[in-house]
């Protein structure tokens, strides 16, 4: 075990619950609860392993909506983003306008970078919305939100952006079924205004888990499709609708990092990915043999708070081990959290190792090597 703290393990954390279920409770135990069912990373790697099918990151995240009810939950992190998603519809609390601008910004950094002149609606009526995650694709990854546009543009595909409900992030899901329903329903609200036929997701692990199993089924009560952008760029690459030069990303290795929510959580978007990074690099190898049995990022759940940054860098250092011992360069990670997780513990287990891993999104890639059709001419 990572932490060498029984505890703060599957078996650990079901005997905490029994303990809470059977009595007596008393502030030892809702201190231990809130201790070690916060740490879990709620990555479902232990059902997949475990011979009776029990699955812990279920436990975990019905203890913590037993904890929030008597106002025990993160208050600087998880609640903090929570309330964020409800007043103002996006994890970083950005008033609109300031949302709006940068969209027009990365309209005029495309523009600039690859000749083309890509068509972005804003808060108007479209065929379809496009859901980026706000914690990173607006802010420390915007080539991703590039990949996006740029993709939906060399597409033909009739697309708005939501300053209502900007990004696919819903933290509910780690905390109270409530929240998570409640952040869910702004989506479905706000697709519904915008009159769209389609909603897709961009590069977010947990907000594709809520996307998929929530808020899919609740679009298509009025009529409305979901799917995720990686689906639609494999498909592209497919069929042939776009063009890619694999020379532009560079003679590094990548190699593959699955989100636990992808993988696992339901998402089931395990292909796609990597027939994406087949086609837009030279060089990659997989850090999983089996992406099921994936090893988190160390990130999800509410471990990107800041309390938790020694721990979730414990947790990092043992896909870190695997990435260098396979003579990799760049991780590539779709995922918000994986990306924010990256940019935060890679500076301190590259100087322990003394090596130098970077990372990157795949729509970053798509984007540097996409050549778009207008540019040809």
């Given at each position: 075990?990572?932490?060498?703290?029984?505890?703060?393990?599957?078996?650990?954390?079901?005997?905490?619950?029994?303990?809470?279920?059977?009595?007596?409770?008393?502030?030892?135990?809702?201190?231990?609860?809130?201790?070690?069912?916060?740490?879990?990373?709620?990555?479902?790697?232990?059902?997949?392993?475990?011979?009776?099918?029990?699955?812990?990151?279920?436990?975990?995240?019905?203890?913590?909506?037993?904890?929030?009810?008597?106002?025990?939950?993160?208050?600087?992190?998880?609640?903090?983003?929570?309330?964020?998603?409800?007043?103002?519809?996006?994890?970083?609390?950005?008033?609109?306008?300031?949302?709006?601008?940068?969209?027009?910004?990365?309209?005029?950094?495309?523009?600039?970078?690859?000749?083309?002149?890509?068509?972005?609606?804003?808060?108007?009526?479209?065929?379809?919305?496009?859901?980026?995650?706000?914690?990173?694709?607006?802010?420390?990854?915007?080539?991703?939100?590039?990949?996006?546009?740029?993709?939906?543009?060399?597409?033909?595909?009739?697309?708005?952006?939501?300053?209502?409900?900007?990004?696919?992030?819903?933290?509910?899901?780690?905390?109270?079924?409530?929240?998570?329903?409640?952040?869910?329903?702004?989506?479905?609200?706000?697709?519904?205004?915008?009159?769209?036929?389609?909603?897709?997701?961009?590069?977010?692990?947990?907000?594709?888990?809520?996307?998929?199993?929530?808020?899919?089924?609740?679009?298509?009560?009025?009529?409305?499709?979901?799917?995720?952008?990686?689906?639609?760029?494999?498909?592209?690459?497919?069929?042939?609708?776009?063009?890619?030069d694999t020379l532009v990303n560079g003679?590094?290795?990548?190699?593959?990092?699955?989100?636990?929510?992808?993988?696992?959580?339901?998402?089931?978007?395990?292909?796609?990915?990597?027939?994406?990074?087949?086609?837009?690099?030279?060089?990659?190898?997989?850090?999983?043999?089996?992406?099921?049995?994936?090893?988190?990022?160390?990130?999800?759940?509410?471990?990107?708070?800041?309390?938790?940054?020694?721990?979730?860098?414990?947790?990092?250092?043992?896909?870190?081990?695997?990435?260098?011992?396979?003579g990799a360069d760049c991780v590539v990670?779709?995922?918000?959290?994986?990306?924010?997780?990256?940019?935060?513990?890679?500076?301190?287990?590259?100087?322990?190792?003394?090596?130098?891993?970077?990372?990157?999104?795949?729509?970053?890639?798509?984007?540097?090597?996409?050549?778009?059709?207008?540019?040809?001419?």
């Open positions: 075990m990572t932490t060498h703290n029984i505890k703060n393990s599957p078996l650990g954390r079901i005997a905490l619950a029994r303990s809470l279920m059977r009595g007596p409770v008393n502030e030892k135990s809702i201190n231990e609860a809130y201790t070690y069912f916060w740490q879990c990373l709620t990555c479902r790697r232990c059902a997949w392993v475990c011979p009776f099918g029990v699955d812990v990151a279920d436990i975990s995240r019905t203890i913590r909506s037993l904890l929030y009810e008597i106002g025990l939950a993160p208050p600087n992190y998880v609640a903090g983003v929570i309330n964020n998603l409800e007043s103002t519809g996006n994890f970083l609390g950005l008033p609109e306008d300031v949302i709006k601008e940068i969209i027009l910004n990365v309209v005029d950094q495309i523009k600039l970078e690859k000749g083309v002149n890509v068509k972005v609606k804003v808060n108007e009526p479209a065929y379809a919305m496009l859901l980026p995650s706000a914690c990173a694709d607006y802010t420390v990854a915007v080539n991703t939100l590039k990949g996006y546009i740029l993709l939906l543009n060399e597409l033909g595909i009739d697309f708005t952006l939501s300053t209502r409900a900007p990004d696919i992030t819903n933290y509910g899901l780690f905390m109270d079924e409530r929240h998570m329903r409640l952040i869910a329903e702004r989506i479905v609200e706000e697709s519904r205004r915008l009159s769209v036929k389609l909603v897709i997701a961009g590069e977010c692990g947990h907000g594709w888990r809520v996307f998929k199993n929530y808020v899919i089924p609740r679009l298509r009560e009025y009529g409305i499709e979901g799917t995720h952008i990686l689906y639609i760029a494999a498909n592209a690459i497919r069929r042939g609708l776009i063009k890619l003679d590094l290795t990548y190699i593959y990092m699955d989100p636990c929510h992808y993988a696992r959580g339901g998402g089931d978007l395990v292909k796609e990915p990597r027939f994406i990074l087949s086609n837009t690099v030279m060089h990659y190898v997989e850090l999983n043999d089996r992406p099921e049995l994936a090893i988190c990022c160390g990130g999800t759940s509410g471990m990107l708070a800041k309390e938790m940054e020694e721990l979730s860098i414990k947790y990092a250092e043992l896909w870190y081990l695997k990435a260098i011992n396979k990670v779709p995922c918000a959290a994986c990306k924010l997780q990256m940019d935060r513990v890679l500076p301190r287990l590259n100087k322990l190792h003394n090596h130098e891993l970077t990372f990157t999104g795949l729509m970053d890639l798509v984007y540097k090597a996409m050549i778009p059709k207008a540019a040809k001419t």
